[in-house]
């Protein structure tokens, strides 16, 4: 029996009946929701930092220092860069991916912040999605904030330049060390605002700012949705912690959801 085929009906209901009675409810997603899609995660087993190590912590003043150093190493990427470009490059949406716009599209889920940056969520057509890590699929310009499509940037001089307000073009995922976008921030405070119900799916919330928004919506008052595979700090937060892999707890809680709302 796998892990999520031991959560007993009863708290798949349980949960699906908080889902249901909000009036607001969010998602939060991290790296093990795109586990099962490939995508290795950074931290713990099967991590890429716990192969290679961890990277430098100041990603965006080695950037500010020398933007073409940074970007030829962007292009001819070595060590975990390389391994995550190509699995990134071959990852599909999982059912868990697919399960969080069911509930969008049925009107359940307002909106999602994703600390992923793997462009998932995108491809499998989320639509109210807040990318607070950035997208790896495009590109920032670090003074007006622009994003651009990677493949539509021309790269005959690096760094390249905005073609709007000629800043420096960085990747739109965030560096260590980097402010999260204003744009970005601005949005997760205004939906986190609204939330009386978070949904917090394959991550254990523990990097700030993204840490920030369930501490939020439950000081308010309002519920928490764990799921996840390990115990986390936000589970004796959590009103229900769903233990075991959002690719199958995600679908089981839609069904549920489905068959209250006949
Ligand atoms: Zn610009």
Known sequence: MSQAASIPDEAIHQAASLLLSATHVMALTGAGISVESGIPPFRGPGGLWTK???????????????????????????GPTKEMWSRLEVAEPNPGHQALVELENMGVLRSMISQNVDNLHRRAGQRQLIEIHGNYTLIRCIECTTRFPASEVPLHTLPPECPRCHGILKSDTVAFGEPIPQDVLEQCYSQTQLCDCMLVAGTSATVYPAAAFPLAVREKGGQLIEVNLYESELSPLSSLSLRGPSAEVLPRLVDKVKELRV
Request: hydrophobic content about 25%; charged content about 25%; proline content about 15%.
């Open 52 to 78: 290679y190590g961890e990277p430098p912590m100041n990603g965006y003043e080695r950037f500010l220092a020398d933007p073409q150093k940074a970007w030829q190493e962007r292009l001819s990427p070595s």
